[in-house]
């Protein structure tokens, strides 16, 4: 028997719940009353004002209830833009506040009426009209708006140490190379939905948040309302990879149409809505030079990064953060510019910054290591740091060469031709491929509320949420094991705003941050019970708040790809036959849950490497492919049987008292630089443009087939 439930591969507790219909999401949430159903009218234009709304028809509408718009809207908080200097996501966030129209797809209008057939019908009643104006939509064109934002997630937006230019005039070996990274859609299962219902002065609002405090800070600042007049409960979210860490129109409008009209209102988003209204990942332009000595050493490191950002809400997206702490050279250079277009907000999507940044730095990596005649793994081992390069702090922990190492040889690494296009398959060229994982890895401070009856049944609360990743059991795990009791005799309770508050799921943090503070919480209801305090109902609050440890010492999680890929020669098609990850993320709380999280990133990676790509219309700032019948993502068919995740046995006393750093966005960082480098290993042509399509390759097909008649 193992010594604890800690780690141990254990089914979801909430399992059951969800396989039977009884996790109730915010869209299945049943109203005290039967409630009225709004749906959203968004705007035709990317940029401009709106001069006329013409709503008698859609009001005349059988079971119409309401149509609001800026016109008769109710007073909200004022909308605060900009960066990340503050709490981004607890900010107001005013709707239907003006005539002024920031992007196609903004809402404008909400219908609300008996059913929700009948206000999407009447919606589609709604005429409005506008003054466009001129926008910019295209992100190429758009840097010559690029500006240095004050923020980025992590440090700040420019480093440099040493001389780069010097370096990359003098070094023998060199590379130069610029990659495209495409918008991409969250795209959860669940849609985004909120169902509003007030009693008296005060509105409880079952939403889709990630973040349940901000979520909650968010409306009550909007609403204008004391923090006490507001409960958000969100006990379980279909998924949210970043996209429903904001709080948009659905909730604040359902919340203003349910005060308005006396009864409950559910908004739901459409799929083709939540590529508007939502957030999404912004795209990049990035340019990465690289350096090095004959013998492999690198001597400089330059990753320069052009991204998208609303011109309404400042985003920058990180890609070239993680650069900074990923291989040792003396001279180093990163930048990061905003290019503000008129376009929906982007915002974080699973592994923000590191998960586009590494697409370009990996596969430039694997570049360079070929100029060198070096194996891509072999050259990564040449410049592994022993402290961090930038920081010039020690590592918590660091098993990258392990993760390499272990890969390699699991993987059969070995058999590898170094020559691209030499292994067939009848009609299909085959290659292997390879790239390193980054993360960084966060906490941040969390509370827990921890309860105990006569019979020993545990019950924990925490406004934590459970996005998919198993959030439920792991707590359970953590408080059976402080407390000595059988899992089935620990009840969580999550989602909450009434609950002690934690930082919510996202950016990683989630696991670490509230386990922590679970943990204090139960260490502290254990000495109650040892003091003889029982046998009674006892109960005990803890918290947990990183220390000193994130500023002494440079802490990520860390992990290397594999692929095999084929690709058809005739066709230009890519199948991946088989991906490997090796994962060093400290202690693992659920060997299966975290196991999933790993899996599910990497298959990420190979949807980013060749299939995602929201295409923006730069006539009008519209995303075309607004459904997921356009915009495509890796399905059944597209994956073989044969991916795993590996996960090193570690602890980081320095990330939590449990040991343990984030999985969540590990496993998507670098996969698709391993499919890249694998295409490429296949066929020799190297597609930099991301998503790598079948027209691309086939077109570096047909220019090396040129190439080689001269």
């Keep these: 028997m193992p010594d604890s439930i800690i780690g141990q591969p254990i089914d979801r507790i909430d399992g059951p719940a969800k396989v039977t219909g009884r996790a109730l999401y915010a869209a299945d949430v049943a109203a005290s009353a039967p409630p009225a159903y709004g749906v959203l009218v968004t705007s035709t234009v990317g940029r401009g004002e709106i001069s006329k709304v013409e709503a008698g028809d859609a009001e005349s509408a059988a079971g119409v209830l309401l149509v609001m718009s800026h016109e008769n809207a109710p007073p909200q908080a004022p909308f605060k833009s900009g960066g990340l200097g503050g709490p981004r996501h607890a900010r107001p966030k ?37 003054r466009a104006e001129s926008g910019s939509y295209d992100l190429a064109d758009g840097r010559r708006l690029a500006y240095t934002p004050e923020h980025i997630v992590v440090g700040k937006p420019d480093s440099r140490i040493g001389d780069v230019d010097g370096a990359l005039a003098t070094s023998p070996v060199t590379l130069d190379a610029t990659y495209t990274t495409p918008y991409q859609s969250h795209n959860p299962m669940e849609l985004v939905a ?122 920058a997206e990180a890609a070239a953060a993680s650069t900074r702490a990923m291989y040792a050279a003396p001279n180093r250079l990163t930048t990061h510019r905003v290019v503000p277009l008129d376009l929906p907000v982007s915002d974080s999507m699973r592994a923000p910054g590191d998960a586009a940044g590494q697409l370009a730095l990996e596969q430039a990596m694997d570049e360079l290591a070929e100029k060198l005649g070096l194996d891509p793994i072999e050259f990564r081992l040449r410049n592994e740091p022993d402290q961090d390069p930038e920081k010039h702090v020690p590592f918590s922990t660091r098993s990258l060469v392990l993760c390499l190492k272990k890969g390699a040889e699991q993987f059969g690494w070995s058999r590898r031709d170094r020559l691209p296009g030499r292994t067939k398959d009848g009609d299909w060229l ?154 060093d993320a400290g202690r693992i709380l659920n060997a299966k849950t975290a196991r999933s999280q790993l899996i599910g990133g990497m298959l990420w990676g190979v949807g980013s490497a060749l299939h995602e790509n929201a295409v923006v219309d730069t006539r009008s700032g519209a995303f075309v492919n607004h459904d997921l019948a356009g915009y495509h993502v890796p399905v059944h068919a597209d994956v073989p049987a044969a991916v795993d995740a590996v996960m090193l046995s570690g602890f980081d006393d320095k990330s939590s008292p449990l040991g343990c750093k984030g999985v969540g966005e590990l496993g998507i960082c670098g996969a698709g630089a391993a499919i890249a480098n694998a295409v490429y290993n296949a066929c020799g042509v190297r597609v930099r443009d991301y998503p790598i399509t079948p027209d691309k390759i086939l077109s570096g097909l047909l220019q090396e087939n040129v190439a080689r008649r001269r």
């Design 94 to 130: 005013p709707q239907l506040d003006g005539t002024r129209v920031h992007y196609y797809g903004e809402p404008v209008a909400l219908v609300v009426a008996e059913t929700f057939e009948q206000a999407t019908a009447a919606a589609r009643l709604v005429r409005m009209s506008y």
């Design 430 to 583: 085959i290659g292997l491929g390879m790239a390193t994982a980054i993360r960084p890895n966060y906490r941040e401070p969390a509370h827990a509320r921890v309860r105990t009856d006569a019979r020993r049944h545990v019950t924990v609360e925490m406004d934590m949420t459970d996005i998919g990743t198993g959030s439920y059991t792991i707590l359970a795990q953590v408080a059976a094991d402080v407390l000595q009791v059988p899992i089935d005799a620990v009840s969580v309770h999550l989602g909450h705003s009434t609950y002690p508050q934690t930082p919510g799921s996202g950016g990683s943090f989630g696991a670490a941050s509230s386990t922590a503070a679970l943990r204090a919480a139960c260490l502290a209801l254990k000495e109650k019970l040892d003091a003889g305090q029982g046998p009674g109902n006892l109960q005990a609050e803890g918290q947990s708040v990183p220390g000193e440890e994130y500023e002494k010492f440079s802490q990520y999680s860390y992990g290397a790809h594999f692929a095999e890929v084929a690709v058809d020669i005739t066709t230009g098609e890519v199948r991946l036959r088989r991906m490997l990850g090796v994962f």
């Design 194 to 315: 909120s169902l509003a219902e007030w009693s008296g002065d005060k509105v409880t609002i079952h939403c889709a948040t990630q973040l349940v405090n901000s979520a909650h800070r968010s409306i009550a600042a909007t609403l204008k309302l004391p923090l006490e007049k507001v409960e958000v409960v969100s006990e379980y979210v279909g998924g949210g990879f970043g996209g429903k860490l904001p709080i948009y129109g659905d909730a604040i409008l359902a919340a203003l149409a349910a005060k308005r009209l006396g009864r409950p209102v559910k908004i739901v988003l459409t799929r083709q809505q939540m590529f508007s209204v939502t957030t999404h990942r912004g795209a990049t332009i990035q340019r990465v030079r690289l350096a090095a000595a004959e013998d492999g050493k690198l001597s400089a490191v330059a990753h320069e990064v052009w991204a998208q950002s609303a011109r309404l809400d400042e985003f």
